[in-house]
């Protein structure tokens, strides 16, 4: 039998999922390599074979996206699948465009044929954008149900930076097991405020694996989607959280224009700090698309913990780093706080910064005067830091989902920044979420 050739353009995520539940135990489809793009050094590893199963016993090697059109043909490719995230129709169309070229059918794999049905009941949380607030709307729907009495797992989209075998399942449970499991700043980020706030976070490759696990510790399944992806599993309801200060990216990015059209609730997070015009975009967008929604009003108000160590000073403001990358946003809570408590003036850091650091500045290069905290490996950690203490300023803001002076060594005085999604009006979170709560 000719099997189906197949390539699978990903970014340490959707594409090992799509893999795990579509081709691995395929016998009519050989999937050849992986390509990476999006997060730094991804690339040049294998997908292992203890994950790859025994269709492939040499495991799948990951190779750099920049090679496309000359790995279709090194391997014959016939099929390219697309599986990442957070990118516009215009971005995946040139893609499409150049393997269309090379000879290859580009695909996209449908929501329904790769999300796991649970047998708990299971809320999804996902966005249109990166950095729209779905991580405090994830906060929120765990704190509404643990407050009901609901035992909650939470299920993280996969951020697999490290050694992937050892990545197949994890669980979460302190902050010592962050270190146990040498996550990222990234990884923290994400994990850090469930477990705070006493909830276990599991994460990894094999989501098939996760489920089992994390089913048998709770009442309910609750989704914490990624970088705007759709849900991995089947929700039984899915929030979907929209950003004014980036009106009309709702329709053009994929698959946020997917997870829009598949909502069951849309949170119009930022109303405090968005034009009206733009909010009224937004809201005309959603009634077009998809008018049986409820729609959810709220606000995102940050809070500083010194506000007078602002006031009057020359602040570096660092903000969370896929936001203001790939996210595309020009701001963050970092320079909403620095404006709100009257900072003189938001240093531009690129005079200082260092190493990786300056790679992503090469890269984004519109990012502004902002430090994205670059957290995927080691060494940006160090160059991050370095970046920091070199910088010219009086005061460094901490704008990220995560204290960051755990992690670092910061030599100038600094304040975080801290903030919690609050409806502005009804539906509030826990009137959606009566279902799941008598």
Not at 17 to 33: G, L
Not at 178 to 193: F, G, N, R, S
Not at 235 to 242: C, E, N, R, T
Not at 297 to 322: F, M, Q, Y
Request: charged letters at 25%.
């Amino acid at each position: 039998m000719n099997r189906t050739r197949v390539l699978i353009m990903g970014a340490a995520g959707r594409d090992f999922h799509n893999f795990n539940v579509i081709y691995r135990n395929d016998p009519q489809s050989k999937v050849v390599a992986f390509t990476a793009t999006q997060i730094p050094n991804i690339e040049g590893r294998l997908y292992p074979p203890e994950l790859s199963g025994e269709l492939y016993p040499d495991g799948i090697p990951i190779l750099d996206e920049v090679d496309l059109s000359r790995l279709i043909s090194e391997f014959k490719v016939d099929d390219v699948v697309f599986a990442y995230s957070d990118v516009s129709h215009e971005y995946v169309m040139h893609k499409a465009s150049e393997v269309l070229k090379c000879g290859s059918n580009f695909k996209l794999l449908g929501g329904e044929k790769t999300m796991i049905k649970s047998n708990k009941p299971v809320i999804a949380i996902g966005a249109v954008r990166t950095g729209s607030g779905k991580s405090q709307t994830t906060r929120r729907v765990a704190e509404v149900l643990t407050d009901a009495g609901v035992s909650v797992a939470v299920i993280r989209h996969p951020m697999p930076y490290g050694d992937l075998t050892k990545q197949k399942v994890q669980r979460f449970a302190t902050i010592e097991d962050l270190k146990k499991h040498d996550c990222t700043i990234e990884e923290m980020e994400e994990y850090e405020p469930h477990i705070d706030r006493g909830s276990v976070v599991f994460a990894g490759i094999d989501y098939k694996a996760i489920l089992n696990k994390a089913e048998k510790e709770a009442d309910i399944i609750l989704w914490d989607g990624g970088n705007n992806d759709m849900p991995f599993y089947k929700p039984d309801l899915f929030l979907v959280i929209v950003d004014p200060h980036r009106p009309g990216h709702e329709l053009l990015f994929y698959p946020g224009e997917s997870n829009l059209l598949m909502a069951d609730v849309v949170v119009i997070n930022k109303m405090d700090t968005a034009e009206p015009e733009n909010i009224a975009t937004v809201k005309a967008n959603i009634a077009s698309v998809n008018p049986g929604a409820t729609i959810i009003e709220a606000a995102s108000p940050v809070t500083v913990e010194k506000p007078d160590v602002i006031k009057g000073k020359r602040c570096l403001v660092v903000e969370d780093g896929p936001t203001l990358t790939h996210g595309g946003m020009k701001f963050g809570a970092g320079i909403v706080a620095a404006e709100k408590f009257g900072a003189t003036e938001v240093v531009d850091p690129r005079p200082w910064i260092t190493g990786t650091i300056a790679e992503t500045f090469e890269s984004y290069p519109d990012i502004g005067k902002l430090l994205p905290a670059m957290g995927y490996g080691e060494q940006q950690i160090k160059d991050l830091e370095a970046t920091i203490n070199a910088a010219d300023c009086d005061v460094v803001i901490i704008g990220t989902p995560i204290d960051l002076r755990r992690l670092l060594h910061i030599e100038k005085p600094s304040v975080r920044v801290t903030y919690n999604l609050k409806e502005t009006g009804r539906p509030t979170v826990a009137n959606v979420l009566e279902p799941f709560t008598k």
